[in-house]
């Protein structure tokens, strides 16, 4: 069942009748939908876990998200700065993201783009569209298009067919990535047409937001091999959250799930300073000391890349742990600390 209101909530039993007059003005601010998917998940937790549960938190509304939030700051990652036409941003000089479509699946309540995803825009139409494509031909230092949104797989086939085929008659790019909840959140909707829909002379990368290994059901586990069976090469991007993912325990178990499925885990992101989402923020010494315990435990194939948004727009940052430090007495010799704490001298070269 599709939940999309208050009262869908109320009676699913996912929120009480008592958070009634909390959430009204909540959901009157931000969107709620929870997927066929996502509440079939739900509706195995006990009513007194949800509060807790780490599929839940990302999804239910809570009244603390009107709360004041001192940190936040508007457009938290400067799309705006970095938006020349509709629906294009164009921040680096290789690669653009095309949002074609400002809805979701799910609304998950962390988000980094809640103030502009599902305020009533319309998908892009065919000449906004065409106005990305004549954008897209006149630079051809741009290599890569990044779908994004909105969730780009909501895309009817017909209408993904078209714009892949538009993005790949521009001789100079190369590649098309695909930013998607889809496969976790909606796996009925990666069928065979949508699948041919992407084929084209373009490399597909699909990049799979996921946070907990236990949004990988049997259903999503179904339509991710339907899409690396195609040739569909995956990665995985999650989001850092408090109290859903931050322990070794958790991200091992996610990082590992991503493997066997054949994701590669590419980034966990630092939890932007969007406004209402002080609750699930981490602190950014703890996230580089968490990623650092991996380090030696767990199979090189499951590290991402910590990445940070720096606010404004200046872009994505790695946050890593500094493994290796030069010696501060000018001699060019380096100190190199091992998973297990200890401090090496690194001879020096030539
Ligand atoms: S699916 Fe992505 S864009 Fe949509 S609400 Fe969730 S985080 Fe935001």
Redesign the pocket.
């Known amino acids: 069942m599709t939940i999309r209101s208050l009262n869908e909530l109320i009676h699913s039993g996912l929120a009480a009748e008592s958070d009634r007059q909390g959430l009204g003005p909540v959901v009157e601010q931000f969107a709620v939908t929870l997927s066929d998917e996502v509440t079939a998940i739900l509706a195995k937790v006990p009513a007194e876990d949800l509060p807790h549960d780490p599929i839940a938190r990302q999804y239910i509304p809570r009244a603390a998200e009107l709360e004041p939030d001192p940190l936040a700051v508007d457009d938290p990652i400067g799309d705006a700065r970095f938006t020349p036409i509709k629906g294009l941003t164009h921040r680096y000089p290789d690669r653009v993201l095309l949002k074609p479509l400002e809805v ?5 309540r ?5 103030e502009t ?1 599902n305020q009533g825009e319309s998908p892009l139409n065919e000449t906004e569209l065409q106005t990305i494509y004549d954008y897209l031909a006149a630079r051809p230092k741009i290599w890569e298009v990044i779908l ?4 780009p797989l909501l895309l009817s086939p017909r209408r993904m067919a078209k714009i892949v085929a538009r993005l790949a008659a521009i001789p100079h790019i190369g590649v098309l990535r695909i ?3 889809i496969p976790v ?1 909606e796996p009925s909707l990666i069928t065979d047409d949508l699948i041919a829909a992407l084929k084209s002379r373009l490399p597909v990368f699909v990049l799979l ?1 996921s946070n907990h290994p236990r949004e990988f059901t049997e259903a999503a586990v179904a339509a991710i091999a339907r899409l690396v069976d195609a040739g569909i090469p995956m990665l995985g991007q999650s ?1 850092l959250l408090r109290g859903i993912n931050d322990s070794a325990e958790v991200l091992t178990a996610l990082f590992r799930r991503m493997i066997e499925l054949r994701i590669k885990p590419h980034y966990l992101h630092h939890t932007d300073l969007t406004a209402g989402t002080a609750e699930f923020r981490t602190d950014i010494g703890d996230g580089i000391a968490l990623l650092r315990s991996l380090r030696g435990k767990v199979s090189g194939l499951c590290h991402p890349h910590y990445m940070i948004e720096i606010p404004g727009g200046a872009g994505k940052i790695p946050l890593t742990y500094p493994w290796a430090k030069p010696l501060a007495d000018g001699s060019g010799q380096w100190l190199i600390e091992s998973p297990d704490g200890l401090v090496y001298d690194y001879p020096l070269q030539g």
């Open positions: 979701c699946a799910v609304y998950c962390f988000c980094f783009r809640r995803i994004s949104g909105g969730d930013h998607t909840r959140v937001h989001v």
